[in-house]
């Protein structure tokens, strides 16, 4: 008697690429590079994304005193992946800058942020030459620090004192500041 088994994965693999070719395709005016400099822009009334590279961030940190980036996965459900609208909450209170860096494109969670003084990023898989998220995050992260060896996952919460990172935590109340 022979048995066949066979095997199904159940759920998406969102998290594993970027989404961005699909997120661009369906809601074309979402996702957009921004014109000028991103340390002046504020956030849009209409729901839009702007790609950026780990270079634009960090030329932006420059001038800043202590500013946090939040590396934030939309369709994360775990308690660590908070809304970016309680880490603002959290920058607000603490007079700290925050950078909310969206690790894919999800279009029915990004366009539902609010209360932001930042625009939302994200990472520009264009200027990455992937859509593999974590090829990406990782260049992203080479651009934004330099080489520094993080374990596995990368951490959700970078503090910078200026451009000089100087914290990490994987839970934004365990930043250090």
């Known amino acids: 008697m022979f ?5 199904r994965i159940e759920g998406s693999f969102r998290g594993l690429y970027s989404y961005y070719n699909v997120t661009k395709k369906e809601h074309p005016s979402f996702v957009q590079r921004p014109s000028g400099d991103i340390c002046e822009l504020k956030f849009f009334d209409d729901p ?10 960090k030329s932006c940190l420059r001038d800043l005193d202590y500013s946090i980036v939040y590396f934030w996965p939309p369709n994360c459900g775990a308690t660590v992946c908070i809304p970016p609208k309680y880490a603002q909450e959290f920058c607000s209170d603490k007079g700290i800058d925050l950078f909310v860096v969206g690790t894919y494109y999800a279009f029915n969670q990004m366009s539902e942020v609010r209360d932001m003084i930042r625009p939302l990023f994200a990472m520009d898989t264009d200027y990455y030459r992937t859509n593999l998220t974590k090829r990406y995050s990782e260049r992203f992260l080479s651009d934004l620090v330099g080489e520094v060896n993080f374990e ?6 970078l503090l910078f004192h200026s451009d000089s990172l100087i914290g990490t935590a994987s839970i934004i109340e365990e930043i250090g500041i």
């Open 48 to 57: 839009i994304v702007l790609r950026i590279n780990g270079n634009e961030l």
């Open 152 to 157: 596995s996952p990368i951490p959700r919460f």
């Open 3 to 7: 048995s066949l088994s066979s095997c």
